[in-house]
Structures are given as C-alpha cells and as structure tokens.
C-alpha cells in the first residue's frame, strides 16, 4: 500500500501553524489530484494544500491508541509534530513529566513538587527491568545499576538540558537512587557524604538566573564508587568551566551565587564578618533582584555548613572558607576613584586611580585576611612591568584598576572552588580498591542568546562532543537490536558533526587560532576575526555575518550560532597581576588563602589533584609550572573535554534530556515553540529519525496475533505456532515486504505500518459491527412484528367473544325479566294477605297480655317497694361513710405527696449546686474512713452470704431428690379437686336450704357483695400497680439498655483511641529496635572484616575494638537481693519518657468499669435467682419444709434399716456355700418386701405432709368460726346452730380469705423487689456521680504541672493497688474456707458411704481428681501426651538441676552446654517431633533451679547465654522460615513462662494452686522480660522480611499479570517494556496463577501452626504479609499503564478474590473481626480496581470519590491519567472529569493532614506494630519430661 493511499476522507493529519507550531486537521476529501483539503481541528477552517510530490504531503497523524504511549519510538508515525503532542499530552493531560526516546529520557520541569521521588518509589523500581514501569530518573539509574551488577561494566548517566530545564535535579535525585540501593555496609556511610556534596556544589556553583531560580553555573562528573558487592565505597567529581564573571557582574532578574546571599543573611549570627544586607554591595545588587520565592537564604545556609561538616571541612577551615567570601564581597566594595592632582598634573589623572586609605570596606578586607591596606591600595592601583634592565611601576587607569580588581576577585573565587571540590574528593574517597563505577555527568545544555560569547562557544563545543557520541551509540544499539533479532537491514544514515568539531579543536581550528592570537603581543579580537575569515572560511559549518566584522557564525548539529568576538581573548587567557596574588599570598589572618595562592594548581580546569580519573589523555604534561600556569582557558577545557570524552566511551551511557516547557517557570505549562526548539537542540529529534528510518515499531508475536487476529480467518490461525499466524495476517494486510521484517521474537515494522494496520483493524471491527447491527435489527423487527400481530389477533378474538356474551346476556334478561314479574306478583299478593291477618291476631295477643301484666305488676311492685326502701336506706348510709372516708384518704395522700415533691426539687437543687457538692467535699476524708469501716463490715457480712450460698447450694442438691415429689403435689391437687365437688355439692343443698333460711343467705350475700367489691378493688389496684411496675420496669430496661450502649460505645471509642496511640508508640520503639539490630549488624561485620583482613584498625574501628561486642552485653538484670547496676537497661529505662497520666487512669478506671458491670451482672443473676426460689417458696413453703423433714428422717431411718438388712443378707449368702435357689427366694422376698415398704412410706410422708399443711388453716378456720358464732349469737340467737350445723359457709368464706391473704403476700413481695431495684439504681446513680467527681478531679489534675500529675498519679495507684489487694485478699479467704468445707463434706460422704457399705471410695475419689486434671488441662495439644509422662513417684518441684563444671577455670562452662545443646544443635526437623515450645519449658526449669538455689550468676549466665545464642542462630539462618518461626515460638514462650511465673497478680488468674506456688521467690525478671521482647519483635520482623521475600517474585505476576483466560485484556502494547527488550528468543515469561500465591500463604500458615505460635500473632503476620502484597501491587499498578484499563480491573479483582477465599477458608476457627481486619488491608488495591471498572462521568463523580476512601488524591488521579478506555466503546476521560475529581476529593480531606493525602505510592516497608499477648501454659512443669533428641540427660536432672 502507498502512503497516498492513507489520505481518503477522514484521515487525521498535522499541519504548520505560526504560533503552536503543529496544528491537528482532517481530511475532508479523498487525495486524488494535487490538492489536498483539510480541514482545522480548532478552527474548523478549510485549507486547501498543494501537493506538487510526495514529500509535500502534511504528516500523518497516530491512531488514538498509541496517543500518550511512554515511549516515543513506539509510535506508527515517527516524525516532529507525532514528538511533540505526545509529550503534550502526557505532560499537561497525564501531568507525566518523563517519556522515553529509545535509549533516552526525556524530563520535562514540571515547576512543582511531586511525591514521586520518595523511599517507597525507589524500592519500587528497584528489580525492574526499564520499561516495565512508567518512565522515571530512577529506571534510568536502577538500569545502569542493574547493567554494573550484570554485565561488569563501567556505567555513566549523561543529564543535559539547557539552564532551568532541571539537571541538577535529575542528576540528585540519580545520586539518591544509587544511595539507597548500593548503601554501604561499612561504618564509614559514604553515601551520606555523596548526598552531602549536593548542597555544597550548590551553594558554591549554583545561581539564579533568568531562566532557572537554582541554575549551575559550571559542568560537573561525579564518579559513584562500587565495591565487588556493589556496595558505595566512595566518589570523586570532577568540574567543568564554572562560571567566574558572575562573581562580578549579573546581569538585570539574575543573582550571584547562593553563599554570598546566605552568608548575608545570617550575619548577625557572624559578626566577626562585618557583612550587611545584600543590597549594599556592588557584587550582589546589579541583578536588583535577590530575593528567590520559597527560598530560605538562612536555613540553606544551615544546611550547608552541615554539609561541610559531614564532608570533614574542620571549623577553623569553614572560618577561613566564610572570611574569604565575605572579603570578595567588600572588595568588590573598594572605590577606586581618580586621584585628586594639581593643574600641573592634569594630565596624568586620567591615566591613574586612586583608593582612599580609610576606606570602610578596605579596611574590613585588609581586617579579615591579615594583609597591609596601605600595600593593597598601591597593588591595586599600580601594575609592575618587568625588562631586563630595570622594573617598572605603571599606574592603572580607573577602568584598569577596577578589571584587575574583578579578575583578582574571580581568581580567589575560583581557586576557592577548587579546593573545596579537592577536598570533597578526599572526604569521598575510599581507602579500597575501585571495582567499578558509574558516573553522573550534569552538564549545561546547548545554549544561543543574542549575544553569545566565549562561555557560549565553550557550552555549545562540549555538546557538539556529546551530540557525536550520542549519535554513535544510538546507531549502535539499533544495529546491534537488528543482529540480534537476525533480520536483514540496510545502512542507516545518520547526522555526523564531526567537521563541525574540526573546524573546532584540529588544527588551524578556532581554538588553535585563539591560543595562537593570545600568545601574540598586540593581539585583539578584531585581528583575531580577521584571521577567522581567512583560515575557516573554507569549512561549510563556519560562516560570516552579512554585517560587521567582529563575529562569526559556527553551524552547530542544533542550530547555526553567531557569536561576538569582543572578550574572547581576555576570557581565554584569563590573567590577574601578579603582584597582587604576592600581595594576598602574605596574608596572616587567612591560612587557608595563603595556601592557596601559594600552591596554585595549574592541572587541567576540573581535574583536582589526588582524584581517580578512569582514562586520561593520551601524552601527560610535562611542562614546567611557569607555563602551564599561562595555559589558556580554552586548552585547558579542550583537554577536560578529551579526559571526560575518553571517561565515556570507556562506559555503557545513559542519556537524560531535560527539557525547559515554558519561559515563565508556570507549573505544568507547556509551550510548543520553546520545546521543539530544545528537542532539536539536545539530540531527541535525530534519535526519532534515526529509528525512523529502520524499524521503529516492534511487536512481540503474541501481542501482535492478539491485537490483530481479527485481521485473519479463522482457519489461518495456529495457537501451538503464533509466529506462522502473524506472518499470514501480514502477509494478507501488508503487499510490500520491505516495509515488516520477522525476528527470532519480534516483528519489526517500518514507519506508519502500524496505523495502517490499526485502519484495517478497526474497519474489519466496523464492518462486524454493521453485521451485528443488520442481523439485531432484524431480529427485533421481528420480534416487534410478530408481538403486534399476536396482539391484533388477540383483540380480534377477545372482541368477537365479547359481542357474543354480551347477546347471550341480553337474551338471558329478557326470560329472566317475565318469570321475575310473574313471581314477584303472587308474592305481592300473598305478603298482603299476611300482614292483614298478623295484624289483627297481634293486636287481640298484645291488649289480652298487656292487661294481664298490667294486673301483676301491680301486685309485685307493692311487695317490692317496701324491700328496696329497706335495702336502699341501708346502702345510703353506708355509702355516705365509705365515699367520706375515701376521700378523707385522698387529701391525706394529696398533701403528702405534695410535702414529698417539695423536699424532692430542695434536695434535688441542693445536690446540683456547687455549694452543695463543696460541703460534700468538706468532710470527704471522713467519709473515706466510714466508708473503710463500712467496708469492713460488709465484708463481715459478705462472708456471712457466702456461708448462706453455701447452705444454698446444699439445698439445691437436696432439691434434686426432692423432684419427685411433684407427683405426690399432683396427687394432692386431685384430692382438692374432688374436695371442692364435694363443697359445690352442699354448696347447692345449702341454696336448696336459703328459702327456708332467708335472713342468713342475705347476710351471707352481703358479705360476698362486699368480698367480691373488695376483691375486684384489689384486683383493679394489683392489675394498676402490675402495669406501673412492667412500665417501670420497661423504661429501667430501656434506661439501662441505653445506658449500656453509651458506655459500650464510649469504651470502644477510648479503646480505639488508646489502641492507637499504643500502635503509634509501639510502631515507633519497634523501628528504633530495628534500626539498632541493624546497627549491630554492621558493626559485627565491620569487625568480622576487620579481622578477615589481619586486624587493621582505624579511628573509627580502633574505640570500638576495646570494647566488648554488643551482643556479649548483659542486657540488664535486677536481683531483689541483689545490688548489682545494669547500666544499659538503666539507661534505657531513663532514655524513655514517663507515660502520660491520664492515660493510664483511664486505662484503669476502663478496666474498673468492666470490673464493676461485671459484678453488677453476677449480682443481677442472684437476685433473679433468688427472687425465682422466693416465688418456688411462696407458693408452699410449709408444705417445702414439712416434706424436706419427713423425707429426711425416713430416708436415715430406711438407710439404717437396709445396711442392717444387707448384712445380714451378705452373711447368709456367705454361709450358704452357693445356694443358689435359697439366695433367689430371699431377693425375691427382699425385693417385694421393698417395694411395699417404699409405697407405704410415701403414703406416710403425703399424709404428714397434708397435715403439716392443713394445721394452720384449721386454726384460723377454728378462730373464724368462733367469732361468727358469736356475731350470729348476737343476732340471730341460738337458731345459729341450725343455719350452720356442718360448717360448710365458714370453711368457704376461710378459703377465700386465704386466697386474698395470698394475693396480698404476692402484691407485697412485688413491692419490695420494686424498692430494692429503686434502691440499686439508686446505688448506681451515686456510683456515676462519684466517677463524673474522680474524673473532675482528674481532669483538673491533667491541666496542672506535671509534678502534681505524678504525684496524683502516684496517689492514684497507691490507693487502687490496696483497693486490689483487699479484694484479692477476700476472695483468697473464702476460696480457702470454700476448699476447706468442701474437703470437710467430701470426708462426711466418704465416711457414709463407708457406714452404708460402698467400700470402693477411692475410685471414686480418684476419678473426681481425674476430672479435675481434664479440666485444667482441656486446651492441652494431644502432642503433649507423647512428652507429659506420669509417674508414679515422688513429687517432683518443676525444675531441672545441674551444677557447673570445677574442673574449668571459665565460668559458665554448663550453662553454654546447656544451651548449645538445647538451642544452637537443635534442628527444626527435630523440634517438630517434640512439644510445641519445649526448649522454652526446658530453660524456664533450669532458671527456676537458678532461682530456687539463689543463685545470681547462674541465672545471669543462663540468660546472657540464651540471649546470644537465639541471636546467632536467627542471623545464621535467617533465610529459613522454619528456623525462624521455631525460635520466635519458643522466644515467647520463654516470655509467657517467665510473666505467668513472675508472682505477678495480674499473671496469675488461670494459675493452678501448684502453679502459683512455683513462682520466682528470689529474682525479679522483669527487665528481662522487656530484652526478650525486643529480642521477639527482632524476630519477628526478620520473619517478615523473609516471607516477604519469599513471595516477592510471585505478586505482581499472580495478581496483575495472569490472566485465566488469555486474550481477554486485549493485546496493548506494553510501549517500551515490548520495543526495548534483552535478548530473549522467545516470548515473555507467563506470570504463575494466584494458586501459587495461596500455596506460599498455606505453606507458611502450616509452618507457624506446626511450631505452636498464637493465634493472634498469626493474623498479625498475615495482617502484615497482606498488606505488602496490596503495597506492591498497588505501586506497580499506579506506575503501568498498560495495566490500567477496564477489563484488566476484572482480571486483577478475581485473581485477588483467591486471597479473600484463602483468608476465610483457612482462619474459620479465628476472631472474624480480626480476620476481618487482615483483609481491610486488601482495600486500596480492591478500590483501585473498582475505579478502573467504574464509569466515568461527570455524574459519577460523587459516587467515585465514595468508592475510593482508602486511596489518595494523588493516587485516584493517576489512576484516571493512566487509564486507557476501550477503543470505540469507552470514551476517553476529559480533564474537566479529573478536576471535578480533584475539587470533590479535597472537599473530603478537609481537616485531614496534607502529608498523609499527598502520598503517591504506599510504603511497603511500613511495619504494623506489634503485640504479644499474654497466653498462659496449661503444661504443668512437674510432668515435663526430657526427650532423648535432646541429649541433656547427662547435664539436667529432674527434681
């Protein structure tokens, strides 16, 4: 296909524009003829382009999916307008300020701070091959680094750019790169001191200029030092043409150099200088600007003597160093006027200069370097010329005067400058061999101004040296890419300047011309030009201007140059009188400028003595000191260029090419003009064009046939052989072959290939679309066509059927209509009839009725009348007298309860006033004191209820026997039953008998009147009182529920808060342990190399070569018999601050609180309790008690009478000598004889039983009756008898009344529970008030001093820990009475079951101490059967003795065989046969032998011993997990045994009695406790790195790179990772399935359960694990863009979904909430991936920044920057997306802390603190026993 063929209608194309350089257009015609017609993009204009050949045609323009590729040369399109709008869009649209070029980076200023240059963006790029990551400096220099570790190679990185493109920058943050990866592992920390060159080359060589605010001024080589390891040993720099006419002169916007501003502005902290503000002297204020935005002149000058200081410049050095600035600045300061003469000597005044002898700032000059002022004015004024003859004293003119004086302030500058960079390469340089090293040229860019002059030619000559070599080694690279890939090419022409470089430095060049002018004695820069013109003008790069004769023109490789030749002589020799360099030379006050002037070095400019130069030029110097001190400057660069040259080549080199985006240092500001510019000018252009004219675009095969494989059938396709594919899907697109060649793993194509490929593609895309479209519009045509006919069909049959029905009906009426009238008719007729005859019979049965009741009613109302006057007059009264009382009873109540809620609001008032709680406070100790002795005396009394608990708990046993007598209560129930048939039986005979006994039946009727009057009022008063308590008791409910949950939330909350502020501590002192092991890592392999190397010892080696090692060091031991100093633990101890007071309190009272709601609960649960055997009670306790005595008595009775019977059964069987028929009678006999004996005694004990309960009821019935009797005497006389002969009404009537007793009991015992509870809330109420006044107390004493916060606290603890321990004392004392009854009952029952004849008691006995032992020991592993043995023996102590050697003269012989033994030879395949912590169990014995013989040194060296060895084997072996693991196990356990044994309370609380009683008598280990500790966090951390380690190499692959089903993330490119590759022949390696990953996690989990760590520790590790898997993954995807697209989300979302599966599948027997917080750890990775699966648009902008709470700003943004949507599907994210983003995002993070949100890349070293809890043993140490494996038994023995 033609590149014609490509312009049809639609196509996008570049074309020129005046002022952005290239401006995008369409196409709006097919190319035909020789016109083209466009149409602008922005404009929306139409041009018309003549195309007179093809060279004409505008530039094409690339396929939006290579838009913003991180790698220039990975485009289709290859040419200048392609350049700059990829970097456009990646710089101000993906705001990515690097790009790759090829071989180059291409960095662009972004004029702001961006968080990409931290620790965790080092680590990330470390290990990764570049390409494989987004563009950054530090792929460029873990490149390099990778290539010296690789390939032995020298290494260089070449930063260049023209001034405020970003150099220095670039090339400091490279220096920190190689710091932090190569750090040394010596004492010596040189990369410190190379990051420390940086401020100092800065202050001394950087300035301010209009371009760049931190411009360096002069071109500098630093030469990084590697070791064999790769390890920075030292560095060296070399100096390049610094800038000396800015120490005297700045032009207007610029400044002089930083030292002289900062030393300005701390000149009150120096008045020994005698320095003002800058703008007094003439050498800083001619730039009239000095002041830089954001700059601190007096911090960076802090920083810069720091600098000094690490770089070993001594204080007397930096004195003299700052004097000689300070004398440069007030020399500049020395008028130098005319002389004041007579007339007679007019003539000579302008001819002569003259200094005033009391100048100020003479004086102050000749003051700080100690010289004559008087000599200084006449040197500076006057000029020696020197004949043969004689000396001549010449005066200078003021102009003269006044250049000597600017070139003798340049000199001192200078030679100050190169004895600072001397002495920095001493402080850098090493004392071993140099292996290899990679160097970081940072030098200034190609540059043309207006007027450029000498130091422009010298800049632009150098770049014309670097653009030569560029251009070869890119040559190379490419070709080398094509052999190696075995394809055939041809030769490829590239830009060769070296004629330029000629015309240069050869012969007769410029150079040669300038030395030769300078060596002349009346040479000028006119004769000078002159010879220009006639010795270069035959060289095509040199050239003459059109106008004047004082310049020349030199065509540069980046554009043509015209430089003026005023100055260039001066400039290159480069004179100072010399007597006025004698003069300063006998300075006295200034050492270091006599030394400097005196020994002037005339080396090479940048070459300092004593530094490693790699390669040198080719013939050394060997010229006397007199003239290579008149060598030129010129030839003195051409010689540091060679060196530098010859540095270079003799090196594999990187290129970084800053790029300067806009004239106005505005952030992210991007101007085309100024950046082609400057691409031309540093080399990326050619670049392009030299990849332009081969093969530019490079595809792996499998990423090619899954790209394009639509481009093919589907019978082309071979899947076992892609490359036989590509070549088919080419070879059908692409008919010219030379525009593709097939590599061994690649396929190379020419330029423009790939978008003409990606045109195919998307037309066959579109074309399968249109099918799509065709037959899915068909198909619901279809469907639609077929729904509407199925409709129509519908109605049509639903109409028919409607019109028939409704005719049906209509029929249907009109029947039904005439048999409707018809009967309708006769019922008319009849009802008629009917109602006539029903009258007339209704009116004849109701006047015959009426009269007839007329006549009876007439009667019954007058016998009625005179019974109701009777009645009525009755009730009358006695309603007047209730009603009266009653009321009398409510005011009664009325005005008390008013006297009542008076007092109430008093009291209530006087409880919330100050006053009142100030006279509570009057008397608080007094109180205190009646509260100690209420105390007491509740505790008398709590020891009476535990007495009374006991007997319950007696009684509850005895309640079970007594169960059965439900049945005989039942019994009893049916016997009431048939009683109360038998009452309803005369209950009717009695109503058979009312006629005859009227009176009586009223007076009984009035009685139950009244009875049922006063039971329905106690009802209605019991269901009132029952409803007042369930409300009651339903708000006290709702009350407490509430309360609870404040309390449950304030907890919580405070918990939260403490947790944290423990984690942040924690986190800290665990990160100082850790760097103090590293500490000690380093010194123990300084001291093992210095002895690996015979002993040679240093400064820095020799101090601590007298001393003992660290880790020989007893970490601290306290005896409480003991007076022994442990000065380190002491120390530490002292180095850590006092924790904070109202921390602890509410710790404490925290823990109080939960004390108290838990003894609030138990409480609760008794008087429920309680209350339930109070109700059991109430309803029979007579009957209760009455049964509980029979049945006792009986029972004993029974007992003896059947252990009498048994014996004598037993010996008769014995003396029957095996009857056997004898004995069966006698059972059977025995047995019958039984059972009526136990049927009748439980008819004795029903029947007693009754009569117990029915005793005090025919008591009361007795007296009832008596009194009735004697009111029915009263009344009815002696007929009494007769009305009630049986009884039967006064045993009713007693019923009831016990019935209502009953109720009344009930209502009452309501009552009283209800006060008590009144009374607890009460109790809580004053207990709250009381904590609301401690924390009042508490608060006020937070706000005092801190001494009266010590003292509280103090006081605090005093009191709480005497609180505690009368408490613990109290629960001693009655588990100790417990104890002792409970043996006592134990003894009672073995004593009877002996008397009834149960002989077997001590199986019992001993199966009740079984289940004890099972008790205690349930948690116990089954492993520990295999260990824990019984014996049976004496009582063993639970420890292992053994006694130390005599025989040897060192101490601690058996204690180091002990341990050796039990720790150095124990393998971790070993220690999987044994107990889970057994080494721990094993040492803990040993020293509770220490302790038990009361040994101090034993127990010293045990530990000192265990200590050091645990640490040898953990570093020895610190790669196996397993090791690890085993000695982090048995670490803590160590720890829990010494903290469960301490004697400590708080320690104890699962304690056994035996356990407690095996305590430490003697020692104190806790400051023991606290080494083991850090010796277990140590471990810990080692476990972590290794396991991170471990699955380091797998992550990435696992989660972001496998794909299940391959091809589903499409076939993009990865841009330079698949252009610039190593030489693989095949494809790249696939990435392992997240399976892999799990099996690692399984592995590990397998391994920490196997060697018994805790569970909490586990989630902890996993917690950790989880979080740098998310770290690195999270890292890696924000740093790759080709992992950034949508179904890419979906693959990394199920790889990561594996993780989730894993953690719940394997951690089900753990606490879900912690489970549940190791998998939070996954969230910013899972929202990552969310946000690439989420739309984008502007109305999904809330719900995004929702979705992403646990991601950055920074972070959220990258991610949209980087996405890349789906072709054709997805569109692409527009700026005002992310700045809605942006402006959402920090309406979110209002409030929260800049620093934690600016935060681009996580940490992956970021340590989680952690917590070891307290796990106590089960394992009893008496019934430890020891293995064979472990080979003690001949130094431990069991006592």
């Known amino acids: 296909m033609t590149t014609k063929e490509l312009y049809t209608k639609g196509a996008k194309v570049w074309v020129p524009h005046p002022e952005k350089v290239w401006e995008g257009a369409e196409v709006t015609q097919d190319f035909r003829s020789g016109v083209l017609i466009i149409k602008t993009d922005d404009g929306g204009q139409i041009k018309q382009i003549k195309i007179e050949k093809d060279t004409d045609l505008p530039n094409l323009r690339n396929p939006p999916i290579l838009i913003g590729e991180n790698d220039l040369t990975s485009l289709s399109y290859l040419h200048e307008p392609a350049v700059l709008h990829n970097l456009k869009v990646r710089f101000c649209d993906l705001n990515a300020i690097y790009t790759y070029c090829g071989i180059v980076l291409v960095a662009i200023n972004p004029y702001d701070d961006l968080p ?89 060589g950087n300035a301010k200029t209009t371009r760049n605010d931190n411009s360096s001024r002069f071109g500098k080589f630093i030469e990084i030092h590697f070791d064999r390891v790769f390890h920075i040993i030292g560095a060296s720099m070399r100096t390049y043409l610094l800038e000396k006419s800015r120490v005297v002169f700045q032009a207007p916007g610029e400044r002089n150099y930083h030292i002289f501003y900062q030393l300005c502005s701390v000149r009150k902290e120096m008045p020994e200088l005698h320095l003002d503000h800058q703008d007094k002297f003439v050498f800083l204020n001619q730039g009239d600007n000095p002041v830089i935005d954001g700059v601190n002149d007096a911090k960076t000058f802090i920083e810069t003597k720091q600098a000094l200081s690490t770089l070993g410049f001594s204080a007397s050095e930096q004195a003299d160093m700052f004097k000689i600035w300070s004398s440069i600045l007030h020399l500049g300061n020395v008028l130098i006027d005319e002389p004041e003469l007579d007339d007679s000597q ?94 970081v040229l940072d030098i200034y860019g190609f540059e043309t101004f207006e007027n450029n002059s000498f130091e422009q030619f010298c800049i632009n000559y150098a770049n014309e040296k670097l653009q030569q070599q560029f251009n070869s080694h890119v040559f190379k690279l490419e070709q080398e890419e094509y052999l190696r890939e075995e394809i055939t090419w041809t030769m490829i022409h590239f830009y060769d300047n070296q004629p330029c470089i000629d015309l240069i430095e050869a012969r007769l060049g410029v150079l040669d011309l300038l030395d030769e002018e300078c060596r002349m004695p009346q040479g000028s820069d006119s004769s000078w030009a002159t010879k220009l013109y006639s010795k270069c003008v035959q060289s095509s790069h040199f050239a003459k201007p059109r106008f004047g004769t004082n310049a020349f023109v030199i065509k540069h490789f980046a554009d043509e140059v015209e430089y003026q030749t005023l100055g260039f002589l001066e400039k290159n020799r480069d004179t100072v009188l010399e007597e006025q360099v004698e003069a300063l030379r006998e300075c006295r006050g200034c050492p270091l400028l006599r030394s400097l002037l005196s020994t002037q070095s005339s080396s090479t400019l940048g070459v300092p003595q004593q530094t490693r130069v790699k390669i040198s030029p080719g013939k050394p110097s060997t010229q006397s000191s007199t003239k290579q001190h008149r060598q030129s400057v010129g030839a003195q660069f051409r010689g540091s260029l060679t060196a530098l040259m010859a540095t270079l080549n003799a090196t594999t080199p990187h290129y970084v090419r800053c790029i300067k985006p806009n004239d106005d240092k505005m952030a992210f500001q991007y101007d085309p003009a100024r ?11 050619e670049t392009i064009r030299i990849s332009a004219a081969g093969f530019p675009s490079r595809w792996l095969y499998q990423d090619f046939f899954l790209r394009y494989r639509v481009l093919c059938n589907s019978k082309d396709i071979d899947r076992n052989e892609p490359k036989i594919t590509c070549s088919r899907i080419i070879e059908k697109s692409i008919k010219d072959n030379d525009k593709y060649r097939f590599g061994k793993a690649k396929i190379f194509f020419r330029a423009g290939q790939v978008a003409y490929l990606e045109k195919l593609r998307a037309e066959r895309l579109r074309r399968c679309c249109i099918i799509m479209q065709s037959q899915m519009r068909a198909f619901v045509c279809r469907k639609k066509y077929l729904r509407i006919r199925l409709a129509v069909c519908g109605l049509q049959r639903y109409g028919r059927g409607y019109l028939a029905r409704k005719l049906a009906q209509k029929l249907r009426q009109q029947r039904s209509a005439k048999v409707i009238q018809r009967h309708v008719r006769g019922w008319l007729a009849r009802t008629k009839y009917q109602r006539l005859r029903a009258t007339a019979v209704g009116i004849q049965r109701y006047a015959r009725g009426f009269l007839a009741r007329k006549r009876f009613m007439e009667l019954k109302y007058n016998a009625a009348a005179i019974v109701i006057q009777k009645y009525v007059r009755g009730w009358l009264a006695r309603k007047r007298y209730a009603k009266m009382k009653w009321q009398i009873i409510i005011c009664q109540a009325a005005v008390r309860r008013f006297l009542a809620r008076r007092k109430y609001r008093k009291l209530r008032a006087e409880a919330r006033s100050v006053e009142h709680v100030k006279k509570l406070n009057i008397g608080l100790e007094n109180k205190i004191i009646s509260l100690q002795q209420k105390i007491e005396g509740l505790q008398t009394d709590n020891k009476q209820i535990v007495q009374l608990l006991a007997e319950i708990v007696e009684l509850k046993l005895k309640l079970e026997p007594l169960k059965s007598l439900e049945v005989e209560v039942k019994k009893l129930k049916a016997s009431l039953g048939e009683k109360e048939l038998t009452i309803e039986n005369l209950v009717r005979d009695l109503n058979v008998e009312r006629g005859n006994n009227i009176e009586l039946v009223e007076l009984k009727n009035k009685h139950q009147d009244l009875y049922n009057k006063d039971k329905s009022e106690w009802k209605h008063e019991s269901e009132k009182l029952a409803r007042e308590l369930t409300i009651l008791k339903e708000s006290n409910v709702t009350h407490q529920k509430d309360s609870e949950k404040k309390m449950r939330e304030q907890h919580e909350l405070e918990k939260r808060e403490l947790l944290s502020e423990l984690d942040l501590e924690k986190t800290s002192y665990q990160r100082l342990l850790t760097e103090k092991y590293e500490l000690q890592t380093r010194l123990e392999d300084s001291a093992s190399r210095n002895r690996a190397q015979g002993h040679h010892r240093s400064l820095s080696n020799a101090s601590n070569a007298s001393q003992p090692e660290t880790v020989d060091d007893d970490y601290g031991y306290g005896s409480v018999k003991s007076s022994i100093k442990v000065n380190d633990i002491k120390e530490w101890n002292k180095s850590e601050s006092m924790p904070d007071p109202g921390v602890v309190i509410r710790l404490q009272r925290w823990c109080r609180q939960v004390e108290d709601d838990k003894l609030r609960l138990i409480k609760q649960i008794e008087r429920l309790e309680s209350a339930r055997l109070d109700s059991a009670s109430m309803t029979s306790p007579i009957v209760g008690r009455a049964e509980d005595q029979h049945r006792i008595n009986d029972l004993e009775i029974e007992c003896t009478r059947l252990s009498d019977d048994l014996t004598r059964l037993r010996a008769s069987v014995a003396r029957s000598d095996g009857v056997n028929v004898s004995a069966k009678e006698l059972e059977e006999q025995f047995a019958s ?145 417990s104890c002792e009854n409970y043996k006592k009952q134990i003894k009672l029952l073995t004593k009877k079951l002996k008397d009834l004849g149960i002989e077997d008691t001590e199986n019992i006995t001993s199966h009740t101490v079984a289940l004890k032992e099972k008790t205690i020991n349930k948690e116990k592993d089954s492993s520990v059967i295999a260990v824990v043995r019984k014996k049976e023996r004496e009582d063993y102590m639970g420890m292992f003795e053994y006694k130390s050697s005599q025989d040897s003269m060192q101490s601690g012989t058996a204690e180091s065989l002990i341990v050796k033994r039990l720790v150095v030879d124990l393998s971790s395949r070993t220690a999987l046969t044994l107990l889970p912590g057994l080494p721990a169990y094993v040492f803990f014995m040993c020293i509770r032998y220490t302790d038990h013989i009361n040994d101090e040194e034993k127990v010293k060296l045990l530990l000192k011993f265990f200590i050091n060895s645990v640490k040898k084997v953990v570093k020895k072996k610190a790669n196996d997990i397993e090791m690890t693991v085993l000695w982090l196990a048995n670490t803590l356990r160590l720890l829990h045994c010494l903290k469960q044994y301490s004697g400590d309370g708080s320690y104890q609380e699962s304690n056994t009695a035996t356990q407690n009683e095996q305590c430490l008598r003697n020692f104190d280990l806790s400051e023991y406790r606290q080494v083991l500790s ?133 951690f089900v027997n753990y606490d879900q909430q912690e489970v549940a917080g190791v998998q939070a750890t996954l969230n910013p990775i899972i929202q990552a991936v969310y946000l690439l699966q989420a739309r984008k648009s502007s109305a999904d902008v809330q719900s995004t920044c929702d979705m992403c709470p646990d991601l950055t700003p920074m972070q959220i943004c990258k991610l949209l920057n980087l996405y890349t949507p789906a072709e054709d599907f997805e569109p692409k994210i527009t700026l005002e997306f992310i700045k809605e983003i942006q402006a959402c995002l920090q309406e979110r993070n209002k409030g929260k802390p800049a620093g934690d949100q600016a935060n681009l890349l996580m940490d992956s070293k970021y340590n989680f603190a952690v917590r070891f809890p307290f796990n106590p043993s089960a394992i009893r140490l008496e019934d430890i026993e020891l293995p064979e494996v472990l080979n003690l038994h001949d130094l431990l023995t069991k006592v």
């Open 116 to 204: 990409i240059y931290g620790e965790e963006t080092i680590l990330a790029y470390r290990g990764q091959a570049m390409g494989d990551l987004d563009p950054h400096i530090f792929a460029v220099a873990e490149e390099a680094y990778t290539k010296l570790e690789r390939e032995r190679r020298d290494q260089s990185i070449i930063v260049s750019g023209e001034s405020g493109a970003g150099k220095t920058v670039s090339a400091k943050y490279t220096m920190r790169y190689f710091a932090t990866v190569g750090g040394s592992a010596t004492e010596t920390q040189v990369e410190k001191k190379v990051l420390a060159s940086s401020p100092i080359m800065e202050a001394i």
């Open 346 to 439: 007019s003539d000579d005044k302008f001819d002569s200069s003259s200094i005033h002898l009391t100048d100020k700032h003479l004086q102050i000059f000749c003051s700080l370097i100690g010289v004559d002022p008087e000599e200084v004015a006449h040197k500076l004024t006057n000029r020696k010329i020197i004949s043969r003859s004689e000396v001549i004293v010449k005066p200078l003119g003021v102009a003269e005067a006044r250049a000597a004086r600017d070139a003798l302030a340049k000199h001192v500058y200078a030679e100050l400058f190169n004895w600072i960079v001397m002495i920095a390469n001493k402080a850098l340089r090493c004392t071993q061999p140099v292996t290899h090293f990679i160097g």
């Open 675 to 685: 950046a082609v510019q400057q691409l031309r000018a540093c080399g990326v252009l």
């Open 1233 to 1377: 004889q039984q059972d009526e004996l136990e049927r009748r005694r439980e008819e004795c004990i029903q029947l007693r039983s009754v009569l117990a309960n029915q005793r005090p009821w025919f008591q009361a019935l007795k007296n009832v009756t008596v009194n009735l009797k004697s009111l029915a005497t009263s009344n009815y006389g002696s007929d009494v008898d007769v009305i009630n002969e049986d009884g039967e009404v006064i045993q009713a009537f007693e019923a009831q009344k016990r019935i209502t007793r009953q109720l009344e009991d009930e209502l009452e015992h309501m009552k009283e529970h209800f006060k008590s509870t009144l009374t607890e809330y009460q109790d809580d109420i004053d207990k709250l008030r009381k904590d609301n006044d401690e924390q009042q107390k508490l608060w006020i004493t937070n706000t005092s001093d801190p001494q009266t916060q010590k003292e509280q606290l103090i006081h605090y603890e005093v009191a709480r820990i005497a609180t505690e321990n009368v408490v613990i004392q109290e629960r001693n004392t009655t588990l100790m009475d």
């Open 1574 to 1706: 850090d010796i277990a966090v140590w471990i810990y951390q080692g476990l972590i790195q290794t396991v991170e380690k471990r699955i380091q190499s797998v992550t990435v692959g696992a989660l972001l790179e496998y794909e299940e089903i391959h091809g589903v993330s499409g076939g993009v490119p990865r841009g330079r990772a698949q252009s610039v590759g190593g030489s693989t022949g095949s494809t790249s390696e696939v990435p392992r399935s997240p399976n892999h990953l799990t099996n690692e996690f399984t592995g590990i989990l397998r391994t920490l359960n196997h060697y018994g760590i805790d569970k909490e520790l586990i989630l902890q590790i996993f917690k950790q694990v989880y979080y740098y898997v998310c770290a690195s993954c999270l890292n890696q995807l924000l740093l790759r863009k080709d992992l950034c697209r949508w179904s890419k989300g979906m693959q990394i979302r199920y790889n990561l979904s594996y993780l989730e599966v894993w953690l719940k599948e394997n």
